[in-house]
């Protein structure tokens, strides 16, 4: 498996534009997780889905963002408008059923916001 | 609120030495504690994990040593090298709610 696909790799954009993150989880895991990672506040989750539903988005910022998980193998998190200090690196893993099982991280989404 | 803290924020240690990775959390009802690594410009990756139940668990170079009643748990790298400088990140779950929390990371740098 190619493990967890995330595109764009980065992305430079105006403030106020939209903003689109994808990203294809590892096939056959039924949980996704979409974190956001800056140097003040650490990693942070955002969002998770299990089995396509979104379970917990209490770390969604504001209504500024929203994500989606059409079906297993594709989500996506939309910044809409952007602003500056939406600048960070976007994370999304994924992983097996509940209980211990590890988290499979994508290798990231570098977003800039000017 | 800080479910998980770390420390140090981070670290500078010779090649060869023993860094030490701490990490405390209040919530009893955490049962399970993953220790993620992470490199410049990727992701982070499971490194090693641990249930309260024992007291040490040691993978390779990687050894987590973990005290139920203070509640806390630390990360010892045996000799370490200059490709272990990374951060990493210690982490909670209870295994009844599916999120992880993660303390705020520890950047490690190992010079030759």
């Known amino acids: 498996d190619a493990g967890v696909i995330q595109s764009p790799r980065h992305e430079v954009t105006e403030m106020g534009q939209e903003v689109t993150l994808r990203c294809k989880p590892i096939?056959?895991?039924?949980?996704l997780f979409w974190y956001r990672q800056t140097m003040m506040r650490g990693l942070e989750l955002l969002i998770y889905f299990n089995n396509n539903v979104p379970i917990d988005d209490s770390g969604m910022p504001e209504d500024r963002f929203s994500a989606k998980m059409p079906n297993a193998s594709f989500s996506t998190l939309k910044i809409q408008p952007s602003e500056p200090r939406d600048s960070a690196v976007y994370f999304c893993?994924?992983?097996?059923?509940?209980?211990?099982?590890?988290?499979?991280f994508g290798p990231g989404t570098r977003l800039t916001v000017l | 609120q800080q479910q998980v803290k770390q420390s140090p924020q981070s670290l500078i240690v010779q090649k060869g030495g023993i860094p030490i990775i701490n990490c405390a959390y209040e919530n009893t009802a955490f049962d399970y504690f993953p220790w993620y690594q992470q490199f410049p410009g990727k992701g982070p990756a499971l490194l090693i994990a641990?249930?309260?139940?024992?007291s040490e668990k040691k993978e390779g170079r990687f050894t987590i040593s973990f005290n139920k009643s203070a509640k806390q748990f630390s990360l010892h790298i045996m000799d370490s090298q200059p490709g272990d400088s990374a951060t990493y990140f210690c982490a909670a779950r209870k295994t009844s709610y599916d999120k992880v929390i993660f303390g705020p990371g520890t950047s490690l740098s190992v010079i030759p």
């Open positions: 096939s056959g895991h039924d949980y």
């Open positions: 641990i249930r309260p139940d024992v």
């Open positions: 893993a994924s992983s097996l059923l509940a209980g211990d099982n590890e988290q499979f």
